[in-house]
């Protein structure tokens, strides 16, 4: 009987990057963003790694995940997923809810697993990631600009402050964007140093038509030929989605979450002339049935983080055929080793209808050999090289985990961070 490599080795490291203070409708982002950066390692020393929106509770429940892992082949990745969900599924969370952002963990935890043996699996089959989710569809994945509203500052040690020698792009992302004008000088800049060809806003953050008026400022900026999304985080009730929608439809490619649940989505649906996209009613396989029973979306913006790894990132490719619904990804504050799985991912998969999300340029450190990863015209190349086609930088990821251990941060609290500049301000899951 053949036998494969067996993991010895689970390393797991909490770091922080620096984040600028973007707005959106939980309250402000804290000067840090926490991932955790997962790496295993197997007995013929063959290494493969990964990313995750990091927490304490995930790192916990990485390192209980250890029982499980040592000694489990990284090619069985079925049998490693039915004994995790086994051990720990009940302690679970299975939905996202009305939760602002998914924290559902085991979730999170197998997809850092899966992206690691697949790294692992690449490097022993000299073969690419994108290799063994189905082969590339595509040479380069297209990404869009991702904007926010933000008041001044950099993140990291300056805070709120700004460096005063900054240029360009660097010298935007510090800049405040409260206003149309501002929203419009900060596309401008991303777009001039990144090439991106699409645009979106991340909205419910300031009352529908103050938001409403920074669309319409980008359209008048960029023109048609630009195509523009808006997000305003499902903070509006079904009647305002309508109304201000409609003011809209003439400019959008697509309104993503204007309202709550898929009902709401489905009621705004049928009254609007553009698509509605989710990253927020439609999160898991297990909301497809009522999704397509009530139409609620027209798009579904996966994630590898919570839709369940790569390989089940592009079922969900399938599904979305099979429904005739489109398809992009969602972003979170991540660094160049969630941003390479998601090109993997993204050229394997053939019905990718719409560019992608990425938080990317909002931070300003990488943990990968090499740097920053690069774009061109918007698009980053598909790797060559076997497995994630990266490997780490461990002077960086050092000093990031130094970050992290003086940050005091546990965990991400928007509310609570904006409640430090405003004390009464409190999330409202509707707002508008």
């Not at 419009?184 to 419910?204: H, R």
């Not at 079904?238 to 697509?254: A, D, F, P, R």
């Amino acid at each position: 009987m053949m036998t494969g490599p067996k993991i010895k080795e689970l390393r797991i490291t909490p770091i922080a990057i620096t984040d600028p203070p973007l707005l959106n409708s939980v309250g402000i982002h804290a000067p840090y963003a926490l991932r955790t950066v997962l790496e295993l390692v197997t007995d013929d020393n063959i290494s493969g790694i990964s990313e995750i929106p990091g927490n304490i509770e995930i790192n916990s429940l990485l390192k209980q995940t250890e029982q499980i892992v040592l000694g489990s082949d990284p090619f069985h990745l079925n049998q490693l997923k039915s004994a995790l969900f086994q051990q720990f599924g009940d302690q679970q969370s299975d939905t996202r809810g009305d939760n602002p952002w998914d924290d559902r963990k085991l979730i999170h935890v197998y997809s850092a697993l899966e992206v690691a043996c697949l790294d692992i699996q690449g490097k022993v089959c000299n073969r690419p990631v994108v290799d063994l989710l189905g082969g590339r569809c595509r040479d380069q994945v297209t990404f869009a600009a991702y904007l926010f509203y933000k008041t001044i500052g950099a993140g990291g040690v300056l805070g709120h402050g700004t460096d005063p020698n900054a240029t360009g792009w660097a010298q935007a992302r510090q800049a405040a964007a409260e206003t149309p004008e501002e929203i419009v000088a900060q596309a401008q800049a991303m777009c001039k140093e990144f090439g991106f060809k699409s645009i979106k806003l991340k909205g419910g953050v300031f009352p529908p038509e103050e938001e409403v008026a920074a669309m319409m400022a980008l359209s008048d900026a960029f023109g048609p030929a630009v195509p523009l999304r808006f997000d305003p985080n499902g903070v509006w009730t079904v009647e305002t989605s309508i109304k201000y929608g409609k003011q809209m439809e003439h400019i959008l490619e697509y309104l993503e979450d204007p309202t709550r649940g898929q009902q709401g989505m489905a009621a705004v649906r049928k009254a609007l002339q553009i698509p509605l996209a989710t990253n927020m009613c439609t999160t898991s396989f297990e909301d497809i049935p009522s999704s397509v029973a009530l139409d609620s979306e027209d798009i579904i913006l996966s994630d590898h983080h919570f839709w369940g790894g790569l390989r089940a990132s592009v079922e969900l490719g399938k599904v979305c055929t099979t429904f005739n619904k489109g398809l992009s990804m969602h972003s979170n504050s991540h660094l160049g080793i969630s941003l390479i799985a998601m090109v993997h991912m993204a050229a394997a998969i053939p019905n990718l209808t719409y560019d992608l999300d990425t938080h990317y340029p909002w931070q300003s450190e990488e943990i990968i050999e090499g740097g920053r990863v690069q774009f061109n015209q918007g698009k980053v190349e598909v790797p060559t090289e076997p497995g994630l086609g990266i490997s780490l930088n461990r002077t960086v990821l050092s000093q990031l985990h130094e970050n992290y251990l003086n940050s005091g941060l546990t965990h991400r609290d928007d509310t609570a961070e904006m409640k430090k500049f405003y004390p009464e301000w409190e999330f409202q899951a509707v707002r508008w």
